[in-house]
Nanobody
């Protein structure tokens, strides 16, 4: 199995910054993509940003976060960071780390973290 542990959420004022981190662990055979989704109250879960493992792959971002958020690999293996700048109240949501990958001896599937709350408010 694959476990995801997120950290870094919290309360921030509009215009502020936060960094979210996610570490994947367990019997990981391969990761096809790793990134972040978010879900605001009353809204559907949406992709925020993700890193795709295929060589030369683009790094997709939600249009609403382009130019403000940056996703990057962490220093440790199978970790990813999301740097969020110039936050607005519309960024308030539960942020979920996800992995599209395969555990040893298992078929490819999606794995999800427990979610971390980001609240942007004055």
């Amino acid at each position: 199995q694959v476990q995801l542990v997120e950290s870094g959420g919290g309360l921030v004022q509009p215009g502020g910054s936060l960094r979210l981190s996610c570490a994947a662990s367990g019997s990981i055979a391969s990761i096809s993509s790793m990134g972040w989704y978010r879900q605001a109250p009353g809204k559907q879960r949406e992709m925020v940003a993700k890193l795709i493992s295929a060589p030369g792959a683009d790094t997709p971002y939600a249009n609403s976060v382009k130019g403000r958020f940056t996703i990057s690999r962490g220093n440790a293996e199978n970790t990813v960071n999301l740097y969020m700048n110039n936050l607005t109240p519309e960024d308030t949501a539960v942020y979920y780390c996800y992995v599209d990958g395969r555990a040893i001896g298992a078929t490819r599937r999606e794995y999800w973290g427990q979610g971390t709350q980001v609240t942007v408010s004055s």
